[in-house]
């Protein structure tokens, strides 16, 4: 019959509730069909076990919603009716017609069945709703299959898949991985799909559209909104887009597909039979077979047109954006640093190690990495998704760990050294983001986090793992106090903060005096009204780029190099490889004897610094603006790996300008000059003497060639006059002279102390670039061609030049030798500024404390995690072994690499060369003279690896490469942490949801995996080869009540045993035959309703361990890493009643299986699994000489009760009467230690059976089982 229940004075069976507290309800909560749960002043129920609710009425009409939390699954049958929320760790299964006011919650999947209407939210990682369901409010889950002709009226959030059936509509923000509709459906609302949109036929679409890519089925689709790809956008035939569409490649298929506005594709556009672009069309190719050259109304901005109906291309761009916006962002990547609309600096600022200055007074908006400010030309393309994303509601999180991608109000860091991570793999969508006031870190996985603010107090840190890109998108403002720090060990492009219209970012000082990067990664803010300041004292590493207004306080230290401007492309997603010409520059001699041709270089840069070069076909003209000059071949100049030479002649001598023009392709910006070296900028201005000194190669001709630091190199300097005649060189002196001798080094433009120029074995003095020059006499001796040997010597690196002067008396003049030539110097310099390159590389390893690391294989303590960032110090020495201290110093500075070897342990690795990571973020070492550094070197796997260190393009200024490079061995390398990828744990009767105790009949499967810091496993790591790898062990516990060391659980496991046999970073383990045994001591004990198994690392060469947020399971052997799947141990027993009947009739074997609650031995109605055997029966007694025998058929239990008449004795027939004892030979699982009357054990249950009638024993009157 039907009941009526509340939570407090008469509540449902086993259910009980104490004081204000939530009612409990140990062993389940069932209620019967038509039952009634009324409020009475408690409105929650905490249930141990699953819920049956059937078609109750529950809380209607009441002023409190009612609260279920279930540690099992929840059910309800056709018209169940409920006011209150669902929370449950196993599945809700909801029947047809159901009624819901209240919130729905699972940890495992939600099920709807048809005609259910839910007024609340549904979160669960699977959602199924059937057909002709209603939902007003929010739906986040993992994968969501909503039926035919259901109602959703509210955002929804699906990771991965979300499918939508015909006839059903949506009204809200759709935020999906993958979305796709197979029949039509009405939506109204902005889309945001990570991957792929699908629209199907008939369908209906109000709002904007942001994909991976989009596919509007044919036919008569309407979508009124833009739509936005990063990828393919594919309009079915009768498709309307009544908006815009951008995407990398478009197709309006044939026919009658249109797009109202404009339409703009990285690639091309194919428009096919009859479609129809309302607006401009953009991109590098259109391809029109529409019928009609009027297909695109607006104006047809392409490179090429082609098709039946080519259109006629303008240049340009359409619509507002550009055909690729990575033309803006490369340029937008040239100068690294633009605030469009205001740019301001503070003092002692610098860029790549130069002051910022503004010499033009320019007020220019970015610093360039040169440091000169500038005012550049910049176009800054829009954010996608064009508008921040509408969503609300979500739970409030306090220092989570692991937090997966869904949408919360806030999330909050609270407490001295808080932590907080994100698992990342997804989208967020996050109201906000605070930081208390002590020291906190927030830790975000690669992903794309939606924030409408952030704040962030003094001594916080965002930072990134595992290694990936993580995007986050501000709506309003990130602010902050003092020493922040944004991702500072990480790489550049794995770091990208987005700024919407209007919002703002501004952090204050950095004190710490320390060269951490306070901001490392790309700062993108393209609106006018967008503001960025950054406070004093601040470390910046990437690219911060502005349409709006950039301040940066003072003592700030901008690292832009080439590397990291090459991260910044690879960040936007764009090609690192630059094709526009940035600018031409001219490098010459500052002066010459005319009797010499004049050395004029031409470069084609790609990049303002001139660090990297076009090296495609290029030509320019040459010119010289005094008349008596000329260049040779005219002054055309065709370029090889981007660069030309020329002579320029200048015999009558004199000062000429030189100038650049007919350049093919032309440059984006003016010809720049600067001097032989590349290192001062010059006004294109050569002085050519007609006497002079010239230093050469030792051919006396030649420039002088490239040589080794700390190795002698031949060289020659003449004393020549130019014949006006001829235009020859004639020697203007021989014979012994006193030669005034200085170099001067040119790049980088500072000599260092300490470092010694030699010249003929006499020290000449080093000058600065800049300074006063300061000679040294040397003896020399001049041939009669006037060349007099040198032999030279320079301790340091660098480019360098020779300047040397001789004064010479009054004397008499050749020709006429009445007459005196006054006394002059003869001065000259060096005829090219020569390289002297490091004659040795060398790579080490450096530990936390800057100390060098010797390499470990098979023994020894590791020295970093696989995939974990490590430090390598890449050095430059001379020949003698010397540091060369301007190494790193150039302009632009020298750029170093070290590339992998081979793999020395273990011998037979599998891990591919790509798994190592060292060609970024060196930047020079302060504790080490010439010495560059990187703290992001990685290797992605275990063992020890041997890497060389090598120049980039392996060649120092031009000049080709180092005499000898020494490798080095590093590591061990261990795995980052162990990671189950899969596991499976089931009770040995899956219907009945049980197992019992020493039954060897538990399924467990466990696939574990040896994991670098990215989460990919390591190859390496087998047991074959690698030492030490790691023993598994597995433990359990109960999860409640817990268990205690006197359950003695350690001691219970069935063919559980240790695994060790790792193959390539894998761990496989199967078995169907694993058991938990009964307690050791004999203890009848359980039941473990909950118990769970985990694995534990009992062994490891390198202590390595599972991550402490997967140590989720506490045994009483310490913590665990859990295995899927909840098993209930039971310990159980066979039990047979007596029986007795007709000798003329069968008598049925009454056998039922029993297991102990806790308290008693019950029957165990949920096995069904267990098969009573006919042949297990056996007579122990039969004194009436019956011979009895056993009859029926093997048989499962039906509620844990063999059926009747399945296994019987059969009848001895009439007059044969009397009683025998019998047993039944049970499975171990099921015996018992059974006591008879004696106190003797035995362990398989036993009974009396009687034919005939039963009268009972005079000498009993009362009896009763035993123990």
């Known amino acids: 019959m039907a009941a009526t229940y509340d939570l407090r004075k008469n509540l449902p069976p086993g259910c009980s509730q104490q004081g204000n507290n939530p009612a409990q309800c140990p062993n389940g909560l069932t209620l019967g069909w038509n039952d009634v749960l009324v409020f009475d002043k408690i409105s929650e129920v905490n249930v141990t076990g699953n819920v049956q609710l059937q078609n109750a009425q529950v809380f209607i009409g009441a002023s409190t919603p009612l609260t279920i939390n279930a540690s099992g699954s929840i059910q309800s049958d056709s018209g169940m009716n409920l006011y209150g929320n669902l929370n449950a760790t196993g599945s809700i299964t909801l029947g047809y017609a159901n009624q819901v006011e209240g919130n729905i919650t699972s940890q495992n999947q939600i099920t ?61 923000s759709i935020n999906a991985g993958d979305f796709n509709t197979n029949s039509p459906v009405d939506l109204s609302g902005p889309i945001n799909v990570i991957n792929d949109f699908f629209l199907a036929s008939g369908s209906n679409v109000d709002g904007d559209i942001t994909a991976g890519a989009v596919t509007l089925a044919s036919s008569n689709s309407l979508v009124q909104g833009n739509i936005s790809a990063s990828g393919d956008v594919i309009l079915g035939s009768s498709t309307t887009v009544d908006g815009n569409v951008a995407g990398s490649f478009i197709r309006l298929i044939s026919s009658n597909a249109s797009i109202t506005g404009n339409a703009t594709a990285a690639g091309n556009i194919v428009i096919e039979w009859a479609g129809q672009i309302g607006g401009d069309a953009t991109a590098v190719n259109i391809t029109n077979n529409a019928g009609s050259t009027s297909s695109v109304a607006g104006t047809a901005y ?127 969508f996050i109201d906000a983001i605070t930081f208390g006031p002590q020291t906190q870190t927030l830790t975000l996985g690669p992903g794309d986090y939606f924030v409408r603010s952030i704040s962030m107090n003094n001594d916080s840190s965002i930072e990134i793992n595992p290694t990936g890109q993580v995007r986050i998108f501000i709506q309003d403002a990130l602010t902050g106090g003092n020493n922040l720090f944004f ?48 406070g004093n004292n601040t470390n910046l590493q990437g690219a911060v780029l502005t349409a709006g207004t950039l301040d940066i306080g003072n003592n700030t230290e901008i690292n832009y190099s ?83 030479l020329l002579g320029l002649s200048y015999v009558d001598g004199g000062t000429t300008t030189i100038s650049l023009n007919n350049a093919a392709p032309a440059a984006l910006n003016a010809t720049e000059c600067y001097d032989s070296a590349g290192s001062t900028a010059t006004n294109c201005a050569i002085e050519f003497s007609t006497a002079g000194l010239i230093f050469t190669a030792a051919d006396g001709i030649s420039p002088i060639p490239p040589s080794f630091a700390g190795n ?80 030279l010597n320079y301790s340091d690196v660098g480019a360098m030049r020779l300047h040397g002067q001789v004064g010479l008396s009054e004397s008499p003049n050749n020709t006429e030798p009445t007459i005196n030539d006054p006394s002059v110097t003869l001065s000259g310099t060096s005829l090219n500024d020569f390289v002297v390159k490091p004659h040795t590389l060398s790579a080490i390893a450096v530990d936390a404390a800057d100390q060098p690391v010797s390499a470990t294989t098979n023994s020894g303590a590791a020295f970093a995690s696989a995939g974990a960032n490590f430090s390598l110090v890449v050095s430059s020495r001379n020949a003698n072994g010397d540091p060369t201290p301007n190494f790193g110093r150039e302009v632009p500075n020298s750029e170093v690499q070290t590339s992998y070897v081979q793999t020395i342990y273990p011998t037979n690795a599998s891990a591919p060369a790509s798994d190592y990571i060292g060609d970024q973020g060196f930047v020079l070492d302060p504790n080490r003279l010439g010495s560059l550094r990187t703290d992001s070197a990685r290797w992605l796997d275990v ?34 942490r162990f990671a189950i990828d899969s596991s499976a744990v089931t009770n040995s009767c899956v219907p009945g949801d049980y197992s019992y105790m020493s039954e060897p009949a ?37 999860l409640s009540p817990a268990d205690n060391s006197s359950d003695r659980f350690a001691d219970r496991l069935i063919n559980l045993p240790t695994q060790q046999s790792w193959s390539a970073g894998i761990l496989n383990f199967t078995t169907g035959i694993a058991g938990f045994a009964r307690h050791p001591d004999g203890i009848v004990d359980g039941p473990f309703a909950n118990l769970q198994l985990g694995l534990q690392i009992t062994s490891e060469i390198d202590n390595r361990n599972f991550s402490a947020s997967d140590l989720d399971l506490s045994t009483v052997s310490g913590d665990a890493a859990s295995l899927n799947g909840m098993l209930q141990l039971r310990y159980g027993r066979f039990v047979i009643e007596n029986t007795y009947g007709p000798e003329t009739e069968d008598l049925s074997v009454p056998l039922r299986a029993e297991f102990f609650d806790g308290s008693r031995f019950i029957t165990h109605v949920a096995d069904s699994c267990t098969t009573a055997q006919v042949s297990a029966l056996a007579v122990l007694s039969d004194p009436a000489s019956l011979t009895p025998s056993a009859t029926g058929s093997d048989t499962p239990l039906v509620d844990g009760v063999v059926p009747f008449n399945a296994l019987r004795w059969q009848a001895t027939g009439t007059g044969n009467v009397g009683e025998f004892i019998y047993e039944y030979d049970a499975p171990a699982w099921l015996e018992f230690n059974w006591l008879d009357d004696s106190g003797s054990s035995y362990q398989d249950p036993r009974g009396i059976a009687g034919f005939g009638q039963y009268r009972g024993n005079n000498r009993v009157l009362f009896w009763k089982e035993l123990q």
């Not at 990297?612 to 040459?622: E, F, G, N, Q």
């Not at 060389?948 to 000049?959: D, H, I, K, T, V």
């Open 943 to 976: 063992g020890t690896i041997e890497v060389a260190p090598a120049l980039s393009n392996n060649s120092y200024l031009g000049a080709g490469d180092v005499a000898v490079k020494q490798n080095t061995t590093v590591g061990r390398f261990a795995p980052f």
């Open 302 to 428: 392409c490179e090429t047109s082609d098709g039946d109906n080519p259109l006629d291309c303008q240049t340009g761009a359409g619509g507002g954006s550009g055909v690729n916006q990575c033309d803006a962002l490369n340029n937008l990547a040239d100068y690294g640093f633009v605030g469009e609309t205001g740019f301001e600096y503070g003092n002692n600022s610098e860029i790549n190690g130069t002051n910022i200055t503004d010499p033009n007074n320019t007020d220019g908006n970015t610093p360039t990495p040169t440091g000169v400010v500038e005012d550049a030309a910049v176009t800054f393309p829009p954010l996608t998704p064009n508008a921040f994303p509408a969503f609300s509601g979500g739970s409030s999180q306090t220092n989570p760990n692991g937090l997966a991608p869904d949408t919360y109000a806030t999330i909050a860091l609270s407490g001295n050294n808080a932590t907080a991570s994100l698992t990342g793999g997804g989208t967020y």
């Open 562 to 644: 080439d590397a990291v401007q090459d991260a910044v492309r690879e960040g936007f997603g764009c090609d690192t490889e630059v094709t526009d010409i940035h600018h031409y520059r001219i490098q010459h001699p500052l002066s010459v004897v005319s009797c010499l041709a004049a050395p004029v270089r031409v470069i084609a840069c790609l990049d303002a610094s001139c660090a990297s070069r076009y090296t495609d076909t290029a030509s320019v003209t040459l010119a010289s603006s005094a008349n008596a000059s000329s260049f040779e071949n005219g002054g055309a100049l065709s370029f090889t790996g981007g660069e030309g």
């Open 112 to 172: 709807l069945a048809d005609s259910v209407n839910v007024i609340g939210a549904l979160s669960a990682p699977q959602l199924s709703l059937t057909s002709n369901n209603s939902v007003t409010g929010t739906l986040t889950a993992d994968q969501a299959n909503i039926g035919s002709n259901s109602d959703i009226n509210g955002d929804i959030f699906v990771d991965n898949d979300l499918t939508l059936q015909s006839g059903s509509s949506i009204t809200g």
């Open 487 to 534: 991702n500072s060990n990480g790489a550049v492009q794995n770091l990208v903060i987005n700024l919407y219209a209007g919002a703002e970012f501004e952090i204050g000082n950095f004190n710490q005096a320390s060269s951490t990067y306070t901001f490392n990664g790309i700062l993108y803010a393209p609106y006018s009204d967008n503001t960025i300041e950054f």
């Open 712 to 791: 002698n190199f031949n060289a020659a300097v003449r004393a020549v006059e130019t014949n006006t005649q001829t235009g020859a060189c004639e020697a203007r002196l021989t014979g012994a002279q006193t030669l005034e001798l200085a170099a001067s080094c040119r790049n980088p433009l500072t000599c260092q102390v300490g470092q010694s120029f030699a010249a003929n074995g006499t020290p000449v003095p080093l000058n600065d670039a800049a300074a006063m020059l300061t000679y040294n006499a040397i003896p020399v001796t001049f041939d009669s061609n006037g060349s007099a040997p040198l032999t």
């Open 1002 to 1038: 538990l399924n467990v499967i466990y696939q574990l995996y040896a994991v670098d810091s990215d989460g990919n496993v390591t190859e390496n790591y087998s047991a074959a080869d690698y030492v030490g790898t790691a023993q598994v062990d597995i433990v359990a516990a109960n």
